[in-house]
């Protein structure tokens, strides 16, 4: 048995970065890319209006407040799309729209709620300062400038921002394939009823969904019996695929045969069993190069499991900021007994308030306004009362 640092460490040792793909901008949502990604231009690449008003000199308007208003004549219109053809000089005003480019001689936009316009003439009544109500020409991103950090998910935001900027493709880490292998006698297809002594293998939907979640591409291999030849069958194929996950037969009963039938197909064992409760029946080798993790069965050990190291795995060979578990501190309202001598992952229902987070022991599915997460209970410490303050991994 291994340390749960330890553990962690043979799976980055042994695994190293995917390769990268190129691929269109429309296609890159939810991917990261392999390289920071810097702007090909300004953006905006002009001056323009922020709102709907009137371009002016800001000098013109100072003088403008309450009464006393300063009178401009308008000279023409500016429309977003067109570049203005006039100049302005002093005292005059261009009727400008939203994205609309800023004329020559324009310094400031007034708002079309501060003025009084009729025909040519315009009264402005208050004064704006240079710049205001005008973006500037590369004031969200300069030609050159990092937009995008390596390994940071692209979103719908960004794809937008990246689009705007004139980004047509992008370089991104190409999806490890993970193998999904369940295996067990008494496990059916989701969907299916089960006969008498068998239950549905619910842990196939959850792993296939943390593995797209998390940056893979799932391959369903379907269900194992309970046999050293068949698992090992499987196994084989498996090991074409990026990564493999079995899930079941990892214990030590009389038909937990997971680790006999990797051993038989030449498998080379990293560890086998982590200092963490549930869970610590994991283990983890190499099949001709690919990584296989073997999890208990059970769903929310599995869950864990996956969390934890398989999720570590994943940000190795597919860098992206969602590889890390984001913990925080929160605050038990009610008590929490784990495991002497280990690791404890209790899963427990957060919900975050006015002054912090707040957990409560829980095995079933949170209500709308807080989530599912793990609390973390480190060697030496087995119980948590009621107002203690204790890490969670909000998974």
């Given at each position: 048995m291994v340390s749960e640092s330890t553990a962690l460490k043979s799976i980055r040792d042994n695994l190293k970065p995917g390769p990268g793909e190129t691929v269109p901008l429309h296609r890159a949502l939810g991917r990261a890319p392999t390289t920071d990604i810097r702007a090909p231009d300004d953006f905006p690449p002009f001056a323009c209006s922020f709102f709907d008003g009137y371009a002016v000199r800001a000098v013109d308007v100072r003088g403008a407040a309450g009464a006393d208003k300063v009178e401009l004549r308008v000279v023409g219109t500016a429309v977003a799309g067109e570049t203005p053809r006039v100049s302005l000089k002093k005292e005059q005003a261009l009727r400008i729209m939203t994205g609309a480019p800023l004329p020559s001689g324009a310094d400031a936009v007034v708002k079309q709620e501060d003025v009084e316009a009729e025909g040519e003439k315009l009264l402005v009544k208050h004064p704006v300062k240079k710049?205001?109500?005008?973006?500037?020409?590369?004031?969200?991103?300069?030609?050159?400038?990092?937009?995008l950090s390596r390994g940071a998910v692209i979103g719908p935001e960004e794809m937008g921002f990246l689009a705007s900027l004139g980004v047509g493709k992008v370089e991104v880490y190409a999806r490890p394939r993970v193998a999904l292998i369940m295996i067990g006698d008494e496990l059916v297809a989701p969907g299916r009823k089960p006969p008498p002594g068998k239950i549905r293998a619910g842990n196939a939907l959850m792993l296939r969904s943390l593995v797209l979640k998390y940056g893979g591409m799932p391959w369903d291999m379907g269900?194992?019996?309970?046999?050293?030849?068949?698992?090992?069958?499987?196994m084989r194929r498996a090991s074409e695929a990026d990564m493999a996950i079995t899930a079941g037969g990892s214990g030590g009963g009389i038909h937990d045969l997971t680790a006999e039938a990797f051993t038989s197909v030449n498998g080379r064992s990293i560890f086998q069993e982590v200092s963490i409760w549930p869970g610590g029946t994991?283990?983890?080798?190499?099949?001709?190069?690919?990584?296989?993790?073997?999890?208990?069965?059970?769903?929310?050990?599995?869950?864990?499991?996956?969390?934890?190291?398989?999720?570590?795995?994943?940000?190795?060979?597919?860098?992206?900021?969602?590889?890390?578990?984001?913990?925080?501190?929160?605050?038990?309202?009610?008590?929490?007994?784990?495991?002497?001598?280990?690791?404890?992952?209790?899963?427990?229902?957060?919900?975050?308030?006015k002054k912090g987070y707040y957990a409560t022991r829980s095995h079933a599915l949170p209500p709308p306004d807080e989530r599912s997460a793990l609390a973390v209970l480190p060697p030496g410490r087995d119980r948590v009362r009621r107002g203690d303050e204790v890490e969670i991994v909000l998974a």
């Open positions: 710049g205001e109500g005008v973006r500037v020409k590369g004031e969200e991103a300069k030609r050159g400038e990092k937009v269900i194992v019996p309970d046999s050293e030849e068949r698992i090992a069958r499987a994991l283990s983890f080798g190499l099949l001709k190069g690919t990584p296989f993790f073997m999890l208990p069965g059970g769903p929310r050990t599995g869950s864990i499991c996956f969390h934890i190291f398989v999720r570590e795995a994943l940000g190795v060979m597919c860098p992206s900021e969602r590889s890390f578990n984001l913990r925080v501190k929160a605050t038990m309202l009610n008590t929490l007994r784990g495991r002497a001598g280990v690791t404890n992952y209790l899963q427990v229902n957060v919900r975050k308030g």
